[in-house]
């Protein structure tokens, strides 16, 4: 079976659903505990996800981008626990961000892959486009790392916790629509 077809096990579910709420855990978190212990927290959190994919024999690039934000979130609590809890978003914005760009240097890019997934072969046209849509999602994620970096930064935890829980998802349901659309107006075109 597939890598993208396996069957989702509860945990996983879970770590997803964490991943998800994260900003809403360290806002709520920070209302009972100190930052040290939400730092701790994610830090266990990574440790787990690090030790379930490293189980699963999953990617290996997956198991080095975990391993990478662990040891950063891990430095930066060390250095100020504030920011530590904060650069998470940033930390995965930039690895989303270096994954679809190593992907464009050692090809097929990643929207191709998933491309080819759905539909098989591409003509040339479309590989085009896959590469060009994977140039834009590594341009979003360098803007939505820029801006979680500033809320890390210089914004209070309930702007963090709006841009980072809330208005960043909403951009990437807004990029996925849109190139959606997009691909849908090139391909009636291509028809006629």
Do not use: C
């Amino acid at each position: 079976m597939p890598s993208w077809r396996r069957k989702t096990r509860p945990l996983d579910l879970l770590l997803v659903l964490i991943s998800i709420a994260y900003p809403f855990i360290v806002y709520f978190g920070l209302m009972k505990f100190s930052p040290l212990v939400v730092g701790l927290a994610l830090v266990a959190f990574l440790i787990l996800r690090l030790l379930l994919n490293r189980r699963r024999h999953s990617r290996k690039s997956e198991f080095w981008i975990y391993l990478a934000v662990l040891g950063a979130v891990a430095a930066l609590l060390a250095i100020n626990e504030m920011l530590a809890i904060k650069a998470y978003p940033v930390l995965i914005s930039l690895s989303f961000a270096a994954v679809f760009g190593y992907s464009l240097i050692y090809p097929p890019p990643i929207i191709e892959r998933i491309a080819r997934m759905m539909e098989g072969e591409l003509d040339p046209q479309a590989l085009r486009y896959t590469r060009h849509v994977t140039e834009a999602w590594v341009i979003f994620f360098l803007v939505n790392a820029s801006i979680s970096l500033w809320t890390a930064l210089y914004a209070d935890v309930a702007t963090w916790t709006l841009y980072n829980g809330f208005i960043s998802y909403l951009l990437i349901g807004l990029m996925f629509g849109g190139e959606y659309l997009l691909r849908r107006l090139v391909k009636r075109k291509k028809v006629s």
